[in-house]
DNA sequence: ACCTGAACACCGTTCAAGT
DNA sequence: ACCTGAACACCGTTCAAGT
């Protein structure tokens, strides 16, 4: 213990930081009060005194990576694109830190005024209020590009998680497809239809034509408000 | 322990109800295997018989709920229509069991070839298939609205369990809207210029806006193609 | 085949005590 | 003000033993 040279002083900075590389090797299980102390080479008490509890020390390493992945906006031509850009930019940072998505939809479902979700929508809001469209639907707009951003992210995440442990891509995409394609026809007609095309498809693509789906949304439902009868 | 009278036979299905019970009534705090032994007047080898792990028991959990949400659908006139009954179909149990949002997206990002998305896609995708669009727009299509339905639902879910313990529900949106209101204008001027419409809305009605937004972004994206340049 | 229940390893958190 | 580290309550899981 003596022999382990203390960095320097402990903050919450470097708390958050530890914490983040403890999630980013070994994922939620690998970050436990023990590991974390071990690699600080403090006692729980320590941290304690920095971090209310682990809950906001998960919050606050998601915050550390959101924010970060915010602040590398590309800045493009149109708020299409800037939309984009801050999309596939969410989508990337899920895809380098897979234990994200279940901590953000934690963030979502438990406080959702918190720091991580309003800085989100605050960084897609921004982009569709520029785009001409009616204000109120500016918050239906949003919370459509947010929800689906969260959600395409994590299951690409959960792909590239089992893509990561030694699997070939091709070869995983060709069993799933053909699981689904191995479903009972009565029952899964849908599944069983779109397998073929689950089979090789470029996972960014995939993603950003569903962005571009919801942008055409905006632009049709905006001028004219609600096309529900 | 004699004492309690044993009602039947230990069985998969009756585990899998008494945590949806426990889960209901104290979240997801309240399913441990001590409460459930408890209840069901067992040990813990008991259910371990039964069930392979506390995973695989939440996993049950939510797919019995949900295929529950998804066998009352109300047969509409339109696949659009359809296709909002479904989403309030799921939007509404997601309200009554909050413990299912963070669960949905532990599924989604951890397992989607699981049997709780797979279903979901299926219910949804059949109707986005009856839409006429061009079929390579289904996946897509049904993934906007899938994921959006989790997230918007997650944070219904949110704001209902605050309302649940006893707030006021104006009081509520008054002060969510005051915070925002109160944030940097300079940091967060989008949050802010929406804080007063979230002042007064319909929870329901705002879900259900977000859907039709997307209905109308897959009937214009559709014949189309990509909106894309 | 199904169930019992003590035991194990591990976890988040506390707190009196130090500096 | 900040840190130490033993101790506590609790958790998921195992397994030899029963029926």
């Known amino acids: 213990m003596a022999s ?7 903050s919450r900075e470097r708390i958050v930081e530890a914490a983040v590389a403890l999630l980013d090797a070994d994922g939620e299980r690998g970050l436990t009060f023990r590991t974390l102390t071990e690699r600080l080479a403090t006692g729980p008490g320590a941290i304690y005194w920095h971090v209310a509890n682990k809950g906001e ?10 924010a970060g992945a915010l602040t590398t906006e590309a800045v493009g031509s149109s708020p299409e694109d800037e ?18 998505s279940p901590q953000l939809a934690l963030q979502l479902s438990r406080s959702p005024w918190g ?9 897609v809001g921004q982009r569709v209020s520029a785009l001409g469209v009616p204000q109120d639907t500016w918050f ?4 459509a590009l947010v929800h689906y951003i969260f959600g395409a992210a994590a299951q690409n995440a959960a792909n590239s998680r089992v893509l990561g442990s030694g699997v070939d891509r091709a070869e995983f ?3 799933a497809a053909n699981a689904w394609e191995e479903l009972d026809p009565g029952e899964y007609p849908f599944l069983r239809s779109i ?35």
Chains 1, 2 share one sequence.
Request: proline share 5%.
């Open 4 to 10: 382990r040279t203390r960095a320097e002083a402990l």
């Open 57 to 66: 020390l998960l919050a606050a390493a998601t915050d550390s990576v959101i």
């Open 83 to 100: 939309i984009r850009a801050v999309a596939l930019g969410l989508f990337e940072a899920i895809e380098r830190h897979p234990w994200l």
């Open 115 to 123: 720091s991580v979700t309003p800085r989100i929508f605050e960084s």
């Open 140 to 143: 239906t707009a949003t919370s």
């Open 173 to 175: 995409l060709r069993a």
């Open 195 to 229: 397998a073929g095309e689950a089979r090789d498809h470029d996972d960014r693509e995939q993603f950003l034509a569903g962005v571009d789906l919801i942008l055409a949304g905006i632009a049709v439902a905006g001028p004219g408000g609600s096309t529900r009868p």
